[in-house]
């Protein structure tokens, strides 16, 4: 197959870990007859320095173009600590989210049996996980309204929900779950808020279509505490925008590291990987972060493409680093830690 993938670096350890993606990718396309053309483009604060833009026109028509991008992650402290700035790393984010379309954030949560006993939570509480969290993406308090009122002493975002956004995340929820545990949970906070009893509304309308689905509603604020208690209680989570993003970041709990979770944003059109986590700028040029959230993305990709072997072999390998201990200083505890550019050689050579 021939594959063009933009290639999104951005901020932080984004370049870092996106190498060892591209390594591990290319070695795939080489043992399975592939043909990769990676197209890189700036996105977040590195865009911001070169043309004053997070997500400049040209990154999007790259992106657009392309059959998937493989995202790195974005975010610098420059920006973080001051509330003031006119232009945002994160901002490139967004749009890029919302001018692709990518309504919904496939974040899936499983364990590595030999990272059990890694987890700050107990072993038979977790082993065995295996959920996903679809959280929408182009919606909500991330893109409603926004402002300042009396002279800038009074601040607002509203939380603005579409039926049609609600709809079209829930149907790939019921699709996703049909084809796994067949249970789908709507989180939301419909005891509070309106937009979420739109939610319940939606999902509940659309019940009768899929018959074979459980469907549960539980509020978000008792999932916060489920998830970890008893995270075997969950298939398929739909949720909001907000929401999601929160209880993914609970979630990579689960699994031992944040550095561990890849995540897939789709749409209509081209669909975009990525970590889960942030650009953890105290380790960036430190070849220190942990690569796998990113090369298990792009495992992501491939299996999207219909590539199951490839990204099986994507897979197995990253197990297999984990059992021989060939991992980063995150979840190395006391043993051997590798270099990020070590795990990458380590895993491309293995595949
Ligand atoms: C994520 C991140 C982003 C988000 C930030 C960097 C804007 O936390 O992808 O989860 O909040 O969506
Ligand atoms: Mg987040």
Redo the contacts with the bound molecule.
Sequence with gaps: MKLNIALLAGDGIGPEVIDQAVKVSDAVALKFGHDITWKPALTGAAAIDAVGEPYPDETHEVCANADAVLFG???DPRFDNDPSAKVR??QG??KM?KKLGLFA?VRPTFTFPSLIDKSPLKRDRIEGTDLIIL?E?TGGV?FGERGRLNDGDTAFDTMTYHRFEIERLAKKGFEMALKRGKRLCCVDKANVLEASRLWRETVQAMEKDYPEVEVTYEFVDAVAMRLIQWPKGYDVIITA??F??IL??EASVISGSMGLMP?SSVGSEVSLY?P?H??YPQAAGKDIANPLATVLSAAMLFEDKGLSEEAQAIRDVVNKSLAEGIVTEDIAEGGKAYKTSEVGDWLAKNI
Excluded: C, V
Aim: proline share 4%.
């Design positions: 992650a974005i975010g790393p994160e984010l967004l989210r954030n959280r993406l991330y925008n907000l999601g993003d993914t970041d995540s990525e889960i942030g650009s």
